[in-house]
């Protein structure tokens, strides 16, 4: 049920613990995620929090914005009355959708920038590609994605997933592209997402010292896929 879901950009800086919170519950405890858990290495502390409650915040106040004056990156939140205190909500989902584009003033520049730290080049191939549904050269991507896993099942990464299919269309009508892990597939295939070609995992191609590491299972997704 997701009747109390509310969904809405983060609009305060006291936010981002709590959202940095759910990010590392999903992706470092849940789920295990080798490459997150390598970026956000002292995830499991109380001083790393902060510091990721930090670079989450620094992110968001250092968004640029689109020649329409949207900006490139909106961070979500999703709350839920508080189980401890009814008359308070508590965040227990986040996502981070980006607007990317080759052109200046449609989005953050995909010029190699560390926008898609996995699959980049599905989504350097899917913005050259001329879109005959909308005339913006641009796409609306979903970074991420996370759910407290104590708050799961109850349609709030629906929610979340939705407002950015909603948030394309008012910009234009731009595509959707993510990376979907195994977990999030069926969701975002119920929402219109498709597979890309053969529908194959990413293939990584990292340095030599992290070859042996396990990877998480990635598979680009994107709302035009065949089409």
Not at 72 to 89: C, E, H, S
Not at 112 to 133: I, M, N, T, V, Y
């Amino acid at each position: 049920m997701s009747i109390d879901v509310l969904v809405q950009p983060a609009d305060s800086p006291d936010d981002f613990a709590q959202i940095y919170h759910c990010i590392s519950e999903a992706f470092g405890r849940q789920i295990k995620d080798s490459i997150w858990i390598a970026m956000n290495s002292n995830w499991n502390s109380p001083e790393g929090q902060r510091e990721g409650a930090s670079k989450l915040l620094e992110h968001w106040q250092s968004s640029a914005k689109n020649k329409e004056g949207h900006p490139n990156t909106v961070i979500l939140k999703a709350t839920l009355p508080d189980p401890q205190d009814g008359f308070k909500l508590k965040i227990v989902g986040a996502a981070i959708w980006s607007q990317a584009s080759f052109v200046d003033g449609y989005g953050d520049l995909a010029d190699g920038q560390p926008c898609w730290p996995r699959g980049f080049g599905s989504h350097r191939e899917a913005l050259r590609e001329p879109d005959a549904k909308s005339d913006s050269p641009a796409m609306f991507t979903l970074d991420t994605c996370a759910v407290d896993p104590a708050f799961q099942r109850r349609g709030v990464a629906r929610k979340l997933v939705e407002w950015g299919l909603e948030e394309a269309k008012r910009r234009g009508g731009l595509e959707c592209t993510t990376e979907a892990s195994p977990m999030g597939r069926g969701l975002y295939e119920r929402l219109g997402f498709g597979a890309e070609g053969a529908g194959e995992d990413l293939v990584y191609e990292v340095d030599e010292e992290f070859r042996n590491r396990d990877k998480p299972e990635i598979l680009f997704m994107r709302t035009w896929a065949g089409q």
